[in-house]
């Protein structure tokens, strides 16, 4: 099992920049994949960006250019076993809870999306982006 604990959200003004931080702990085959999700009160979740650990990999959304054209870029430090969500040029409609997760994936022939079946999930950390 792995645990997950996000940090970096916090109130900032629209057009202002953010970066969210996810570090794991466990065994890391736990966290192969790793995704960044954001979920509004009432809304379903969305899934974001997606990474595979060891390369360095990053996966988008396929909606990624029309919803976040380019301003979110997810990241990855596996010497400190870290995900990085930075987001540029915020919008109030980006607050929401962001969440990362985490998921192994096979030998072979694993997909590390953002639409893969996630298993851990971290707590989350809020972001409030003011007009």
């Known amino acids: 099992q792995v645990q997950l604990v996000e940090s970096g959200g916090g109130s900032v003004l629209a057009g202002g920049p953010l970066r969210l931080s996810c570090t794991a702990s466990?065994?890391?085959?736990?966290?192969?994949?790793m995704g960044w999700f954001r979920q509004v009160p009432g809304k379903e979740r969305e899934g974001l960006a997606a990474i595979y650990f060891g390369s360095g990999t990053p996966y988008y959304t396929d909606d990624y250019t029309d919803s976040q054209n380019g301003r979110f870029v997810i990241s990855r430090d596996n010497t400190a076993n870290t995900v990085y969500l930075t987001m540029d040029s915020l919008k109030p409609e980006d607050t929401a809870m962001y969440y990362c997760?985490?998921?192994?994936?096979?030998?072979?022939?694993?997909?590390?999306?953002?639409?893969?079946?996630?298993?851990?999930w971290g707590q989350g950390t809020q972001v409030t982006v003011s007009a």
């Open positions: 997760a985490a998921t192994s994936l096979p030998s072979v022939g694993g997909l590390c999306r953002p639409t893969s079946r996630y298993t851990d």
């Open positions: 466990g065994n890391p085959r736990s966290f192969a994949c």
